[in-house]
């Protein structure tokens, strides 16, 4: 099946703990993209990379890493900078890079819920 | 950037009723999307509408562009149908794609 995945489902961090949340896709798709969302609110932007070896930050980028060695993988590295990491990481990905007047959609994967100790 | 603005923030329904959700921005939109996130946490695309309207069974949605606000119908609801609806899009200067996203809509259907 075709798809995005995202692992682990839950991770707990310590204080002044960098973890990493994995997202790889099989998907084909070019561009993916990682957003923050805390209770009860909206999606924010991290990061996202339109292509393999370039990516860039989203509007919430402080504290956090990303690379894009291969296609189908965009990990996310939480690093002890971000002093607020509680919240659920949603991966996405699209078709293409998108350009004003894309009609992409975005596909998403089921999330990974951090929580800080 | 663009704005967007969802209401009502809540909505609990009965089984069966009919429900309107609406998504107002601050700017002209591009490539604007409807989500559904369930109780789990995933979300699912359920509309590309950038103007016009478009169906999908109980769902409907229809955007008027040169007014900034785009419409969620949803028909005959079902339990199903309970998570939270964001609308999201990429407005007048976006490039990739880059969403912006609502605060959502939070639907509960009850039996």
């Known amino acids: 099946d075709g798809g995005i995945t995202q692992s682990p489902k839950y991770l707990f961090r310590k204080e002044g703990q960098n973890v990493t949340l994995s997202c790889e896709q099989n998907l084909n798709h070019d561009a993916m993209y990682w957003y923050r969302q805390d209770p009860g609110q909206g999606l924010r932007l991290i990061y996202y990379?339109?292509?393999?070896?370039?990516?860039q930050k989203g509007d919430i980028a402080e504290g956090y890493s990303v690379s894009r060695e291969k296609k189908e993988s965009f990990p996310l590295t939480v690093t002890s900078a971000q002093k607020n990491p509680t919240a659920f990481y949603l991966c996405?990905?699209?078709?293409?890079?998108?350009?004003?007047?894309?009609?992409?959609?975005?596909?998403f994967g089921p999330g990974t819920r951090l929580t800080v100790l | 950037g663009i704005q967007v603005e969802q209401s009502p923030p809540d909505l609990i329904l009965q089984e069966g009723a009919n429900s309107t959700l609406r998504c107002n921005f601050s700017d002209s939109v591009n490539n604007l999307q409807w989500f559904h996130q369930n109780p789990w946490g995933q979300l699912i695309n359920l509309f590309y509408i950038p103007s016009g309207t478009k169906q999908n069974g109980r769902l409907s949605a229809t955007t008027v562009a040169t007014e900034r606000y785009s419409l969620l119908y949803i028909s005959s609801s079902q339990t199903t149908d309970s998570g939270v609806y964001f609308c999201?899009?990429?407005?007048?200067?976006?490039?990739?794609?880059?969403?912006?996203f609502g605060t959502g809509t939070r639907l509960q259907v009850t039996l």
């Open positions: 996405a990905s699209t078709l293409t890079g998108g350009w004003r007047g894309s009609t992409d959609t975005q596909y």
């Open positions: 999201a899009s990429l407005g007048p200067t976006g490039t990739a794609s880059k969403l912006t």
């Open positions: 990379s339109q292509i393999v070896n370039d990516f």
